[in-house]
């Protein structure tokens, strides 16, 4: 099955960081274009952060100073470090990519999520 794979999720307080980490289900898939995306309870879900395979980035307002996105291609994972997180950084965190296994292309696949809790 073609999907992603994210851990690192967890409990924090207010100022602690996490990192989360999202990996192709199979070691025959690489993965291109990447970000990571939250839902809030009863929010919408957002852009985080997206991460080329080349290796441009961008970031939500919300986020940027306090989160790096990165990537190793040779180990085809995409990550998160999450600094100084607030309570409004609670939310499910979902990565997103498109998927190569040098036949298809499985575009916009996206993980199952991981639960992020920050507490006051």
């Known amino acids: 099955q073609v999907q992603l794979v994210e851990s690192g999720g967890g409990l924090v307080q207010a100022g602690g960081s996490l990192r989360l980490s999202c990996a192709a289900s199979?070691?025959?898939?690489?993965?291109?274009?990447g970000g990571w995306y939250r839902q809030a309870p009863g929010k919408q879900r957002e852009l985080v952060a997206t991460i080329t395979r080349g290796g441009s980035i961008n970031y939500a307002d919300s986020v940027k100073g306090r989160f790096i996105v990165s990537r190793d291609n040779a180990k085809n994972t995409v990550y998160l470090q999450m600094n100084s997180l607030k309570p409004e950084d609670t939310a499910v965190y979902y990565c997103?990519?498109?998927?190569?296994?040098?036949?298809?292309?499985?575009?916009?696949?996206w993980g199952q999520g991981t639960q992020v809790t920050v507490s006051s």
């Open positions: 997103n990519a498109d998927l190569w296994d040098r036949r298809t292309w499985y575009r916009d696949t």
């Open positions: 199979a070691s025959r898939l690489s993965i291109y274009d």
